[in-house]
């Protein structure tokens, strides 16, 4: 069987790992909501930040292995930091979405 809290893990430290490459961490005014999760706190409910983008799956991307691409969503209140995953571009395989940190819209 799959281990679905596990693999909700890896993808929220790949997701951690990601905004730490791209802008070290959390840009200011971000609050973390994936570090709980990755030091699996019993209760930090994974499924609220860890999940797959709505649609079919994409194309087949045959010279790429691995994509993740940092973007934010703008929400009437909050704002919110993300990480789009997408695992063995070149199988058939979805667009994990990892939410991984919020602030206050300003």
Sequence with gaps: GV???SFGRFLAKTAYVSCFAECRGAPEGFRDLV???????????????????????????????H??????????????????????????????RVVVAQRPRQ
Aim: glycine fraction near 10%; proline fraction near 12%; aromatic fraction near 8%.
């Design 3 to 5: 281990d679905f809290g």
């Design 35 to 65: 570090l709980g999760i990755i030091l699996g706190k019993p209760d930090q409910i994974i499924t609220h930040v860890v999940g797959c983008t709505p649609g079919p799956i994409p194309e087949l991307e045959p010279e790429v292995p």
């Design 67 to 96: 994509v993740g691409i940092l973007h934010v969503i703008e929400k009437e209140e909050e704002s919110y930091l993300c990480v789009d995953l997408r695992l063995f571009a070149f199988l058939p395989s979805p667009i994990y």
